[in-house]
């Protein structure tokens, strides 16, 4: 059993160093250009060279994904609650937000930067827009799925609309909002991402449009390994969150593996 769960620890690990070797090997057999694909020694390597940029921007992006992705949190928990507080409500807004979700959000930039300028303020709006949606929705889902039966038992008990609520509705909604978490953390990092290579003069998206520029492929490359870096501890840390939070939830199997 402990072996089992040794191997499950280093399963990531394994695979991504797989990863690297099998992306590594293609190049070489192959002899794919830099340009075009640069293997994992080139892209480490662009890392060390321009290792002070990669922090500082990605510091950046960081604080304006987390802004966003705040601002999402509170925003998208308040508006669940509302559409899930009643059918009439939910059957109102819901389709409404999935209008709003169907808009590119590359599409929303430039009128915020007409609202707003370049830089940061643009990139925090662009990371919650993109965000808040699987939030509001999970909210919603958890409140709304209460069994007719249960609420019809309550209320003959005597509760009222606002103790099922408080009671049932918000403790059910709570493995849907964390598990919300962890997809909306990913989200906001593209948000952001896609903020700065249109309208900011730092970050990352910034200085991998920058690479672009000057045809460095690996640098390019680089920024792309310090996104997926800050986006799984991101994802680790909304996941650790979700465990202590709703372990009540988790299936017992799920959980041993």
């Known amino acids: 059993m402990n072996g089992s ?13 797989a990863l690297f070797v099998l992306w590594e090997l293609l190049c070489v057999v192959f002899k794919i250009p830099e340009f075009f694909l640069p293997p994992p020694s080139a892209v480490f390597k662009a890392t060390y060279d321009y290792w002070p940029a990669i922090v500082r921007n990605s510091w950046i992006t960081l604080e304006s994904t987390m802004l966003g992705f705040l601002l ?47 830089g940061f ?17 999970n909210v919603a889902t958890g409140l709304a799925t209460i069994e007719p039966e249960l609420e019809d038992v309550l209320k003959a008990l005597g509760a009222s609309k606002l103790d099922i609520m408080r009671k049932v509705g918000i403790p059910r909604s709570l493995p849907y909002f964390f598990g919300s978490l962890k997809v909306a953390i990913t989200l906001a990092f593209v948000g952001t991402v896609v903020s700065e290579s249109v309208a900011s003069n730092n970050g990352i998206g910034n200085l991998m449009l920058q690479a672009q520029a000057q045809f460095n492929v690996p640098l390019i490359f680089a920024g792309l390994l310090a996104l997926a870096v800050l986006g799984i501890v991101m994802y680790w840390v909304m996941a650790v969150l979700e465990q202590r939070m709703t372990g009540w939830a988790q299936r017992s199997g799920f959980a041993q593996n």
């Open 5 to 17: 769960k040794a191997f499950v620890r280093m399963a990531p690990w394994v695979f991504t160093i």
């Open 121 to 137: 303020i643009p990139a925090v709006l662009t990371a919650f827009l993109i965000s808040f949606f699987p939030i509001v929705v």
């Open 72 to 118: 999402a949190i509170g925003f998208g928990l308040a508006l669940g609650l509302v559409i899930g507080w009643s059918r009439t409500i939910y059957a109102g807004i819901y389709p409404l937000m999935i209008g709003f979700n169907a808009i590119p959000k590359v599409a929303v930039v430039p009128i915020l930067v007409l609202w707003f300028g370049i």
